[in-house]
């Protein structure tokens, strides 16, 4: 009995500890994108085991090999990298399915991008002021460490406009991929309107799927799609979605709701039922949390994202449930609402009017 307690006394000390030096692992795999550590292990597919010599002899003029293998050692352990040992003073790193995701694709897209974003110094600076999104949930604690709020920040830094858009493009376009292979419910709609669609790649994919949506408006501020890439087919319109939204006879939405307040997403909400016909539809896809706190991948990296949200972008900004959604949908007057789930980070959540 005594001998239990120990065991499970012991094994919580170790937890956190982990805990408490987490950090370690997002700051590290920052690292090893800065130095291009996938691409270089990739090579068009080869994936060959290098050794951390290897590698960094491939990224930098000179460098610290043993500390390299420090951060891939660790990364191993969080399935990022598989390891290879040669022998008693040679290890090898090849990619895993997860470190695959850092390696830039035929179009230029990687998951690279959002890890990037996620960790530049504006952003970093916020993370110790968690706690008084507690105190004052007036105020984010990016504001506090930086004076605005993240969208007016990146609004005036071109570079971090053009990382978010790049880390938008990485995630999304997987998602979106999967979601247009699994739902139907843009069949028959000619004029699509995505509300929020940074650099236009969704409205790109859904257009290729459903080429009988004639005209695409890609929707988001006037900063944002003033770098977006012509895409036949779409027309990039600046604006606020607080102010009002262009007509269409649908309405695509995608990790809009999330960074926002309730108060807000019905201001958005509303700008949306406006602009729709009777029986069209407002098509979001979002981050829905689950009802059990569970340790699944899926639900910690719902749980995470939240923090996220509340850090970055709004103190009351949140991840929310399906039925908080719902609720949110009928506040509006969206009598009709389900929710599709087909990929695990965003669900597919279609209000009509
Ligand atoms: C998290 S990103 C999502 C981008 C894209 N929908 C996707 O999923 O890849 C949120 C987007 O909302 C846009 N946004 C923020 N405030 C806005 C506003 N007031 N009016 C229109 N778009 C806005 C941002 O510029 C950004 O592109």
Not at 7 to 27: K, T
Not at 45 to 52: D, I, K
Not at 250 to 274: G, H, P, Q, R, S
Not at 316 to 345: N, V, W
Request: hydrophobic share 40%.
């Amino acid at each position: 009995m005594a001998d239990e307690r120990t065991e499970r006394r012991n094994n919580a000390r170790i937890a956190i500890l982990e805990l408490a030096n987490m950090i370690s692992v997002p700051m590290s795999l920052h690292a090893i994108v800065r130095l291009n550590v996938p691409d270089t292990i990739w090579q068009g597919g080869a994936n060959t085991p290098l050794s951390a010599s290897q590698i960094l002899s491939r990224v930098l003029p000179s460098g610290d090999p043993e500390n390299l293998q420090r951060l891939l050692r660790m990364l191993t352990s969080y399935h990022v990298f598989a390891e290879h040992i040669i022998n008693a003073s040679e290890r090898r790193y090849s990619l895993t399915e997860i470190g695959q995701t850092l390696v830039t694709d035929d179009d230029g897209l990687s998951h690279a991008a959002f890890v990037l974003q996620h960790h530049q110094d504006a952003l970093v600076k916020a993370w110790p002021l968690v706690h008084e999104a507690v105190a004052d949930p007036t105020v984010e604690p990016f504001v506090k460490a930086n004076g605005e709020s993240a969208y007016a920040y990146y609004g005036k830094k071109p570079e971090m406009n053009e990382l978010m858009q790049r880390a938008m493009s990485g995630v999304s376009v997987p998602i979106m991929k999967a979601i247009l292979d699994g739902y139907d419910g843009f069949q028959g709609v000619q004029r699509l309107v995505d509300v929020g669609g940074s650099a236009g790649d969704c409205m790109r994919l859904i257009r290729q799927k459903h080429p009988t949506i004639r005209e695409g408006i890609n929707f988001d501020l006037p900063e944002v799609v003033a770098k977006a890439p012509n895409i036949p087919g779409v027309t990039h319109v600046g604006g606020d979605m607080f102010k009002s939204i262009p007509a269409g006879d649908a309405i695509f939405m995608k990790w809009v709701l999330t960074t926002w307040t309730d108060e807000e997403c019905k201001l958005i909400m509303k700008n949306c039922y406006d602009s729709l016909p009777v029986g069209g539809k407002m098509i979001a896809c979002e981050p829905v949390l689950p009802i059990e706190s569970d340790s699944s991948h899926r639900t910690r990296a719902l749980l995470e994202g939240d923090i996220f949200v509340m850090t970055i972008y709004r103190t009351k900004g949140k991840h929310r449930t399906e039925e908080e959604f719902h609720q949110l949908g009928l506040s509006i007057g969206f009598p009709k609402f389900r929710a599709i789930y087909i990929d695990h980070f965003d669900t597919v959540l279609e209000f009509q009017k």
